[in-house]
Structure formats: C-alpha cells, structure tokens
C-alpha cells in the first residue's frame, strides 16, 4: 500500500494560480502511474489528469487542457498539479491517486486506481 498526503489547496480569486502537491511513501514511487480527481458535493468524482511513471506521457480532462499541468519528481516522490487560469468551476476537494505497483501507463478511471490520498479543498471565487 502506498500513502498519499495532498497539501497546496486554498482560496484563490478566478484566473489565479495555485501549485497542489502530493507526497507519496510506502511503495517505489517510480513503479506507478498517477492521477489526479476531483468531486464536488453531490457529484460524482470526475478525473482530471494523469501521468505515467516516467512523467513521459500526460493525459487531461478537455476541462482543464491547456490550463493545468501534471508533472511528478520521481527522486522526491511527489506529485504535482500546476493549476492556472482557475475558474470558479473549478472548485472542488482534489484527490491524488496512484495505481498498483507496476502499472505504469496512464489510466482515468476511478477503478484503475488502488491508492487514493484524503483531499485538499481548492475554492475559486468569482
């Protein structure tokens, strides 16, 4: 099992930016590919992007292209979610998640993931 721990959540005003970071221990944070969700009460929870285990190859939501960027730092575990140009329907707990060991090609699926970290709340005003 591998733990999962976002910080870099907030307040921010529309078109602004903010950096979420995932920590990740327990398992070589190498040997997986990763992702990010998010859910909003009352919704279901809705991918976002993800990555492979290299970070050679990157997948978004038609949502978020162009606005968002996913990256990974192998050699400090952690994992990253570049967020600009936030609109307020953006708002939502944002959850890191990584898949078994070895699975290391990107997937966006809720089921494709086996390890899921607790969230951190981002808020967009208008």
């Known amino acids: 099992q591998v733990q999962l721990v976002e910080s870099g959540g907030g307040l921010v005003q529309a078109g602004g930016s903010l950096r979420l970071s995932c920590a990740s221990s327990g398992r070589t944070f190498s040997s997986f590919a990763m992702g990010w969700f998010r859910q909003v009460p009352g919704k279901e929870r809705e991918f976002v992007a993800a990555?492979?285990?290299?970070?050679?190859?990157?997948y978004y939501a038609d949502s978020v292209k162009g606005r968002f960027t996913i990256s990974r730092d192998n050699a400090e575990t952690t994992l990253y979610l570049q967020m600009n140009s936030l609109k307020p329907e953006d708002t939502a707990v944002y959850y890191c998640a990584a898949r078994d060991s070895f699975q290391i090609t990107i997937a966006t699926m809720q089921s494709d993931f086996g390890s899921w970290g607790q969230g951190t709340q981002v808020t967009v005003s208008s």
């Open positions: 990555i492979s285990w290299s970070g050679g190859s990157t």
